[in-house]
């Protein structure tokens, strides 16, 4: 028998229809549940302003680290199967969602395809992602130029700081729904 290679994958939440925090929690249980898949670190909740369209309610991120014995797209396909068994329609782009979970860094890959884009072509411009993924990996490398999570997050504008703020409960302390 063949051992599966686990991989592993970094994730970014987030959500602003409906119960955000359960949307979370609920999100970060059924990962847990995907075969071969063992979720081992999420950060903090943080609140932030809407990015791309505004006018929009706020979100709520956050960062998951999980290990999957998942290839990419497969892994993109139970995320957007997630997405979909959340409630997720198709709108505007950038619009509301009950939740949008995506893939930033797939183990150390560079892939460009129609499908998948990782590392994701926005996570340097978005403090949303940046921020909570410095949290559960402070010494993250992006694998295509050797840039340490550090270095991005300081060359982010400083009035972008005042997108984001790190929620005083997490979805771990609330009740089960």
Do not use: C
Request: charged share 25%; aromatic share 6%.
């Amino acid at each position: 028998m063949t051992k599966m290679v686990q991989k592993k994958v970094y994730l970014s939440l987030g959500t602003n229809l409906g119960d955000k925090l359960y949307n979370l929690t609920r999100a970060i249980s059924d990962l847990s549940k995907l075969p071969g898949t063992r979720v081992i670190s999420i950060s903090s909740v943080y609140e932030t302003l809407p990015w791309g369209i505004s006018g929009q309610p706020g979100f709520l991120n956050q960062a998951a680290a999980i290990e999957t014995a998942f290839e990419p797209i497969s892994m993109l396909n139970a995320l957007r199967d997630i997405e979909i068994k959340m409630g997720r329609q198709s709108r505007e782009k950038w619009g509301p969602r009950e939740i949008d979970i995506d893939i930033l860094l797939f183990g150390d890959l560079i892939i460009a395809s129609e499908q998948l884009t990782v590392p994701h072509p926005f996570l340097r411009k978005r403090l949303f992602v940046l921020v909570p993924l410095q949290e559960i990996e402070p010494d993250l490398v992006f694998p295509e130029d050797g840039a340490s999570i550090e270095e991005v997050l300081n060359s982010v504008s400083p009035r972008e700081r005042n997108t984001i703020r790190k929620m005083k409960a997490s979805p771990a302390d609330t009740p089960n729904h």
